[in-house]
């Protein structure tokens, strides 16, 4: 091998060394670029803001102790207690029994004391404390006892049973609040965090998320429009705080499923802030709830109905019956109507436009759009004052709130339906649109699509007569006669 092959050979060797340092010092200097891009999708982490503050992840060391510590001392633990009689045993004072105890009758207590525990959060600092009207509830006596140890008695200001929302007043001032935030804007995915006492085992927050908006039919108050959450509610929790991310009160946590266990499932609700602000208002104001009312029953515009009543499906409210001399009446309102429009906000069923009528003030003129005969109408009207006491809390019309078919749904049987059921003709009766999963009437067995024919007894041709049987049963037993697929059955619906 010659010098001059030897020498070119060691220059291509020094060359393609001199090649490699260089590439690899260049991919050196962009590598963090690009692997961070790919491990992480973004060069850098997103900031959270929280509170007025930035936090790079939720899930760092810090925690969630800067949104929950400034509300913490703000929620309370209310303890109430009540007088109830205790029920007599009556054959104690058959002689025969008398012979046992030396012809003398045993002493029983007449009455005795019930204990009760839940939450509350202060929203002033002069000691108004929101709560749920079953934590206090009769009670005779009602002790607050705040984080530091310190208790006062409680006055209740006001309660408003409908939506289970009360205020309670403490003597003191100079007490920290909490933030009310916006509970419209709250999304599914949210972060949602429960304060209370649960069990009476001490403050207790717990973590999860908003799990659904908008939550009703589930017959635990007459006006539902729950937050649902995962965040452990307990007994005890009744009352107390649902937070958002930023550390705002957006619910009063107020109910769970508990599948028959007692304990949490998951399955939390709490009332709106926005709910249980425009109560606590009107409390302060008026002394009670004062809410709008239109006079008329609704139900949900089933596929079924939505093809008899030519309008759309699942969409509107549909007037089964309207109160005589009510404002509805007066403004020409009838059977069979579909409001679809309230003051230009569509009307998505009945449990939305309960809600609306209810915020309204009495005497507010309202427009509506409603649907009659497959013809677009409109129409004005002036709302009167809900009337209080049994069966006149609905802003729209008449309650059966105390019955065992409380939140079953009805409507007239129609040709059109009796056609779709495979009915014959001779049938009479009111179909079910509509009946609760936890409810007398689903234990009994009642279904969606039957036709009730007799209610003790009683012939049952239209929606009027439902309800006014209904009406006129109060909360006893009901013997239906109920036509399922033409074969006639009877139930008992029982209440609880």
Excluded at 106 to 122: A, K
Excluded at 154 to 175: C, E, N
Excluded at 271 to 288: C, F, Q, S, W
Excluded at 413 to 423: A, M, N
Aim: a neutral charge.
């Amino acid at each position: 091998m010659s010098a001059k092959i030897v020498q070119l050979r060691r220059w291509l060797v020094i060359l393609s060394l001199a090649i490699v340092f260089v590439c690899g010092g260049l991919l050196g200097i962009s590598a963090p670029s690009w692997v961070a891009h790919a491990a992480s999708g973004s060069k850098k982490a997103i900031p959270l803001v929280v509170a007025g503050t930035e936090r790079s992840d939720p899930s760092s060391s810090m925690g969630f102790a800067p949104i929950l510590e400034p509300a913490l001392p703000a929620v309370v633990s209310i303890t109430s207690s009540r007088i109830v009689k205790v029920p007599q045993v009556p054959f104690f004072n058959d002689p025969f029994f008398q012979q046992f105890f030396g012809g003398q009758v045993p002493h029983f207590p007449q009455q005795q004391r019930e204990m009760g525990l839940g939450s509350g959060v202060i929203v002033s600092p002069d000691g108004y404390i929101l709560t749920n009207n079953h934590v206090i509830a009769k009670a005779t006596d009602i002790q607050v006892m705040l984080r530091d140890k310190r208790q006062f008695p409680g006055k209740v200001v006001g309660a408003d049973p409908q939506t289970d929302i009360a205020v309670v007043k403490i003597a003191a001032t100079g007490l920290p609040t909490i933030a009310l935030g916006d509970s419209s804007k709250l999304e599914v995915g949210d972060y949602a965090f429960a304060i209370g006492n649960p069990f009476g085992v001490g403050e207790t927050a717990t973590m999860g998320i908003i799990s659904a908006t908008g939550r009703n039919g589930l017959d635990i108050e007459n006006y539902e429009d729950f937050i649902q959450t995962d965040a452990a509610i307990n007994p005890g929790n009744s009352g107390g705080a649902l937070l958002n991310a930023r550390g705002e009160l957006i619910g009063i946590n107020t109910a769970i499923l508990s599948g028959g266990s007692g304990g949490n499932q998951g399955i939390g609700f709490a009332i709106p802030i926005n709910m249980a602000k425009h109560v606590m208002e009107e409390i302060l104001k008026h002394g009670k709830v004062v809410r709008g009312y239109i006079g008329v029953d609704i139900q949900e515009v089933t596929p079924n109905l939505a093809n008899a009543f030519k309008v759309p499906a699942e969409e509107g409210a549909l007037v089964s019956d309207v109160v005589p001399d009510s404002p509805g009446a007066k403004a020409g309102l009838q059977r069979g109507d579909v409001i679809t429009d309230l003051d230009g906000q569509p009307v998505a069923g009945p449990n939305e436009l309960r809600l609306a009528v209810a915020a309204m003030a009495p005497g507010t003129t309202v427009h509506m759009k409603i649907i009659r005969g497959g013809e677009v109408r409109d129409l004005s009207l002036k709302l009167g004052e809900a009337p209080a006491g049994k069966g006149g809390g609905s802003p729209l019309g008449r309650s059966a709130q105390n019955s065992p078919m409380r939140g079953v749904q009805v409507g007239e049987l129609t040709p059109e339906l009796r056609r779709q059921l495979g009915l014959g003709s001779e049938v009479r009766g009111v179909v079910v649109t509509a009946r609760p999963d936890s409810s007398p009437a689903a234990d009994a067995g009642l279904q969606s699509g039957d036709v009730i024919e007799q209610i003790n007894r009683q012939p049952v041709n239209s929606v009027a007569d439902y309800q006014r049987v209904i009406a006129q049963a109060g909360n006893q037993s009901l013997v239906l006669l109920v036509n399922r697929g033409g074969v006639t059955t009877f139930i008992v619906v029982q209440p609880e």
